[in-house]
């Protein structure tokens, strides 16, 4: 991304950069809610309109099957740094996001006594609880639009990074690996070969290695669980060996990896100045995909569009093939 220079000054909006993008991500969790109203009510309309005309009964209806939805055909919403929520949580997030604030701090309390005082399950309360604040105050909204929408989730989003100590370069490396994983949802409608995908929220240890963000899939069938995993270095100064023992330690690991069972997919995320193009060979050579960022980490926003795209087809490779 390029600096945004007014009177000499820097004004770059990189948060606003990074917030658009996740997101754009939550769009399938958006039009996997709108297929779900279009074949429960046999409307052709679009989710706005639906919601704003439909009864009780249908909200209720669209709601539950959201919340009921098989596993393979969910989509993923997040946070602000990329992790996963649950797909109950994320159910009741989203539909709270568009009808009323802070479903955390504000509504889940009043849930917890809605169980107590009628003896009923979570997810009945939060289902029945959306239902009724869709039907009474969709007049004050008027709308349910995606751009709407979209406003919202963005400004959730941002509160929730505020919220959450640690936002780095590993937040944007598994933005990236969601988008990837959201674009093809997006087309298909699932995960092709593979019936579930859980993308690890903090990083992993495999032996000896810590991994920085991960994703297990697994396949349809009585197939083993595969893995994909995302190292990830940085270096805000030029020079030095360290490109030389980041290489060492991914390769080291690869080898180790590929001694056990599992099946695992490797890209390495690389974000420093001059990284020695011997070692970004050497790493070519050893695993699937490399991606280097030519820049100091601190003005790191995430993957560029070029990047991203390639991403995606690698991922669709994946999910197709395996």
Same mark, same amino acid.
């Given at each position: 991304?390029?600096?945004?220079?007014v009177?000499?000054?820097?004004?770059?909006?990189?948060?606003?950069?990074?917030?658009?993008?996740?997101a754009?991500?939550?769009?399938?969790?958006?039009?996997?809610?709108?297929?779900?109203?279009?074949?429960?009510?046999?409307?052709?309309?679009?989710?706005?309109?639906?919601?704003? @005309?439909?009864?009780r !009964? /249908?909200?209720?209806? &669209? %709601?539950?099957?959201? *919340?009921?939805?098989?596993?393979?055909k969910?989509? $993923?919403?997040?946070?602000?740094?990329?992790?996963?929520?649950?797909?109950?949580?994320?159910?009741?997030?989203?539909?709270?996001?568009?009808?009323?604030?802070?479903?955390?701090?504000?509504?889940?309390?009043?849930?917890?006594?809605?169980?107590?005082?009628?003896?009923? @399950?979570?997810?009945? !309360? /939060?289902s029945?609880? &959306? %239902?009724?604040?869709? *039907?009474e105050?969709?007049?004050?909204?008027?709308? $349910?639009?995606?751009?709407?929408?979209?406003?919202?989730?963005?400004?959730?989003l941002?509160?929730?990074r505020?919220?959450?100590?640690?936002?780095?370069?590993?937040?944007?490396?598994?933005?990236?690996?969601?988008?990837?994983?959201?674009?093809?949802?997006?087309?298909?409608?699932?995960?092709?070969?593979?019936?579930?995908?859980?993308?690890?929220?903090?990083?992993?240890?495999?032996?000896?290695?810590?991994?920085?963000?991960?994703?297990?899939?697994?396949?349809?069938?009585?197939?083993?669980?595969?893995?994909?995993?995302?190292?990830?270095?940085?270096?805000?100064?030029?020079?030095?060996?360290?490109?030389?023992?980041?290489?060492?330690?991914?390769?080291?690991?690869?080898?180790?990896?590929?001694?056990?069972?599992?099946?695992?997919?490797?890209?390495?995320?690389?974000?420093?100045?001059?990284?020695?193009?011997?070692?970004?060979?050497?790493?070519?050579?050893?695993?699937?995909?490399?991606?280097?960022f030519?820049?100091?980490?601190?003005?790191?926003?995430?993957?560029?569009?070029?990047?991203?795209?390639?991403?995606?087809?690698?991922?669709?490779?994946?999910?197709?093939?395996?």
């Amino acid at each position: 991304m390029n600096e945004l220079i007014v009177h000499q000054v820097d004004i770059t909006h990189y948060r606003l950069v990074e917030l658009s993008r996740l997101a754009d991500q939550a769009k399938p969790f958006y039009d996997w809610i709108e297929r779900a109203a279009k074949r429960i009510t046999g409307s052709p309309n679009e989710l706005s309109e639906i919601l704003m @005309t439909a009864n009780r !009964a /249908e909200i209720g209806a &669209i %709601v539950n099957a959201c *919340y009921a939805e098989l596993v393979e055909k969910r989509p $993923f919403l997040f946070d602000g740094i990329g992790r996963v929520y649950p797909h109950g949580k994320a159910c009741f997030y989203f539909f709270s996001w568009i009808i009323r604030d802070a479903p955390q701090q504000r509504l889940a309390p009043l849930i917890a006594r809605m169980k107590k005082a009628e003896n009923i @399950t979570g997810i009945v !309360a /939060e289902s029945d609880s &959306i %239902v009724e604040l869709i *039907y009474e105050y969709r007049a004050c909204v008027k709308g $349910f639009s995606w751009l709407t929408v979209r406003e919202v989730v963005m400004d959730r989003l941002e509160g929730s990074r505020r919220s959450i100590k640690g936002h780095n370069i590993e937040a944007s490396v598994r933005v990236a690996i969601i988008t990837a994983f959201q674009n093809y949802f997006a087309i298909y409608a699932g995960y092709g070969k593979y019936k579930k995908i859980v993308i690890a929220d903090r990083q992993i240890k495999i032996g000896n290695h810590t991994i920085d963000v991960s994703v297990e899939l697994t396949p349809v069938g009585l197939g083993p669980k595969e893995i994909l995993l995302m190292p990830i270095k940085t270096r805000e100064t030029e020079g030095g060996g360290h490109s030389h023992i980041f290489t060492r330690d991914i390769i080291a690991a690869v080898r180790e990896l590929k001694e056990g069972e599992s099946k695992y997919y490797i890209i390495a995320t690389i974000v420093a100045l001059n990284w020695s193009v011997n070692e970004l060979g050497n790493m070519n050579g050893q695993i699937d995909k490399v991606y280097h960022f030519n820049m100091n980490p601190n003005k790191f926003v995430g993957f560029d569009e070029a990047s991203q795209v390639q991403l995606n087809r690698y991922i669709q490779g994946i999910l197709d093939n395996g």
